[in-house]
């Protein structure tokens, strides 16, 4: 770990720069995922879903990125390749690339979606605990935004 200029204390550096790594591992294979499923898309009627999947991976992409700064402001290195993806992203293994009808990716991510925040959630609680405030507040800003990405998910899979 780099010797920062941070008030925080090591411990509580070391726990945070952990979590940190573990989310942004998520997130890279969040995105890649969403990905998958944009390119992949075979309906007539998709560009709505194109468009929300497309969205959903650059806002992604975004809180990969923070998560990342922070990692590094702490004195850590962000783990953010695929390879790193593969052995830390805590989110279940993916549906068969197979899926090319647009109601199954939008149910799929819309669920794995719900998975990455309840993980940023309870991350919340973790680094509140061990007084990291400043990476509280990152994921309470991902936490809000990922619940603005949920919420199209949900009615357009609720639609025929």
């Not at 695929?82 to 991510?109: I, K, N, Q, W, Y």
């Amino acid at each position: 770990m780099l010797d920062v200029q941070d008030t925080l204390p090591e411990k509580a550096r070391v726990r945070s720069i952990d979590l940190l790594n573990h989310h942004l591992a998520a997130a890279v294979d969040l995105r890649t995922q969403v990905k998958q499923a944009f390119w992949n898309l075979h309906e007539i009627r998709f560009s709505s879903v194109h468009f929300l999947l497309d969205h959903l991976a650059i806002e992604i992409e975004v809180y990969a990125d923070l998560i990342a700064e922070r990692t590094v402001r702490l004195g850590g290195s962000a783990r953010g390749t695929l390879r790193d993806a593969m052995e830390l992203s805590f989110l279940a293994a993916p549906r068969p690339c197979g899926a090319t009808e647009a109601s199954e990716h939008v149910v799929a991510f819309a669920q794995t979606t719900m998975a990455f925040g309840d993980e940023v959630r309870e991350a919340i609680g973790i680094l509140t605990a061990h007084g990291d405030i400043v990476t509280t507040g990152l994921f309470a800003q991902i936490s809000r935004g990922l619940d603005r990405q949920i919420s199209p998910m949900q009615s357009r899979a609720a639609q025929p």
